[in-house]
């Protein structure tokens, strides 16, 4: 198919680099009305607007946007949660049907908005329906240096279980040695003060995952009461980035008397990295 072509950066085993308002275009590859359009990437600036897709060949402002760490089809619609954050790989699918008009956007495999595109701003309407990606109309200051490692082009609306379906399969999100977690948030507890639990959970069936869980001065997770709990997927002890030892002042993971819990896992992005663990 049709070949993506460099504004500049660089191709290496991680992916193609590129600096703010590099970036890449494809021609002739996708409908202009009717796709999805899966990218994994990651950039260096999250803050204020930073262009991800410009669909109208950069005559205009609008397009699909990290604002902020959420996820923004300007002008239409946007996500309610930061999902999005600095040198993090992230996994982003948008959705267009060119027969309703729906547009939906997704962020490592979670819903972010769904919108009619009543004024088409998601319409391709450069010659051969270019797309420009990570490239903004202005030449500076809503565009990213970052790193592209995946560009994939469909010929029609995925559906949601599809999508959560190629976030299974995305792979690493942060450079450690053996792991694949996700991790989308650090708590740092260097001044929560002596003795400081991260997290403390009693009421049992709960879900941490995704955390990197550093500096506290008592252990990064306890669990108690009741059990059926799952830690999976989080940095415990280590900077987000894995390679960094960043101890909490007791333990890693306290379990006392709270039965049956579940610590990492075999799926994808499941496994477990703690530099303590106590039971």
């Known amino acids: 198919g049709p070949a993506l072509v460099p504004a500049g950066g660089t191709l290496s085993a991680a992916g193609y680099s590129f600096a703010e308002n590099q970036g890449l275009s494809l021609s002739g590859a996708i409908d202009s009305s009717t796709y999805s359009i899966e990218l994994d990437f990651r ?75 009543t004024n088409d701003v998601g319409l391709l309407t450069g010659p051969n329906n270019i797309i420009q990606f990570f490239k903004d109309d202005h030449l500076a200051g809503e565009a990213s240096a970052g790193v592209a490692s995946r560009i994939r082009i469909y010929n029609r609306p995925l559906s949601a279980t599809e999508v959560s379906a190629l976030f299974g399969d995305f792979g690493k999100n942060t450079p450690g040695s053996g792991d694949n977690a996700a991790l989308r948030v650090e708590l740092n507890g260097a001044s929560a003060g002596t003795n400081v639990d991260g997290l403390q959970i009693t009421a049992g069936s709960s879900t941490v995952k995704g955390l990197a869980i550093n500096r506290f001065g008592g252990n990064g997770i306890v669990m108690t009461t009741k059990g059926g709990n799952t830690i999976a997927g989080d940095f415990i002890g280590t900077d987000a980035s894995g390679t960094v030892r960043l101890a909490n002042g007791n333990h890693g993971v306290i379990i006392a008397g709270a039965p049956s819990n579940t610590i990492g896992g075999a799926a994808a992005r499941s496994e477990e990295h703690t530099s303590e663990l106590q039971s």
């Open 43 to 117: 950039f260096s600036t999250v803050s204020s607007f930073r262009k991800i897709i410009d669909f109208q060949n950069l005559t205009i402002d609008q397009g699909l946007y990290d604002i902020n760490g959420r996820l923004q089809m300007y002008p239409l619609a946007a996500g309610s949660i930061v999902s999005i954050a600095p040198n993090l790989n992230v996994h982003v699918v948008l959705t267009r049907d060119g027969a309703t008009k729906q547009v939906v956007g997704y962020v490592d495999g979670v819903q972010q908005f769904s919108v009619t595109d």
